[in-house]
């Protein structure tokens, strides 16, 4: 955010955008030219995820935002302790269905 306040640039920011999309999920891929990060949200016991959200972004952009994610988890540990990131558990073949008990 200070970047941008060093950049003079205004930022409006709409009332249906301020609200959010809840995301557990996020698939990057690239070309030469430009990241695609899409966030979904997985559920348990539904087999596919539902991206809610895609932002492109050009390679420079996709650098600054890792620097600035880095930058904000140090401030945030900092202040609130380290973020676990548990192991994933394995899920039997096939997972858990829908209506299964």
């Known amino acids: 955010m200070s970047e941008m306040e060093q ?7 709409d009332d249906e955008v301020a609200q959010g999309n809840y995301s557990n999920l996020a698939i990057i891929s690239h070309s030469t030219s430009e ?3 899409d966030f979904a949200t997985i559920l348990p016991g539904v087999e596919k995820a539902r991206v809610k959200s895609r932002v492109i972004l050009t390679p420079e952009h996709a ?6 994610l ?3 988890i140090v401030r945030y540990e900092s202040a609130m302790g380290k973020i676990e990131i548990p192991q994933p558990q394995a899920m039997p073949q096939g997972g858990p269905k829908m209506g299964e008990a």
Do not use: A, V
């Open 7 to 13: 950049l003079g640039i205004d930022i409006e920011l």
């Open 70 to 72: 880095q930058d904000n």
């Open 63 to 68: 650098k600054r935002l890792l620097r600035s």
């Open 35 to 37: 990241f695609i990060i």
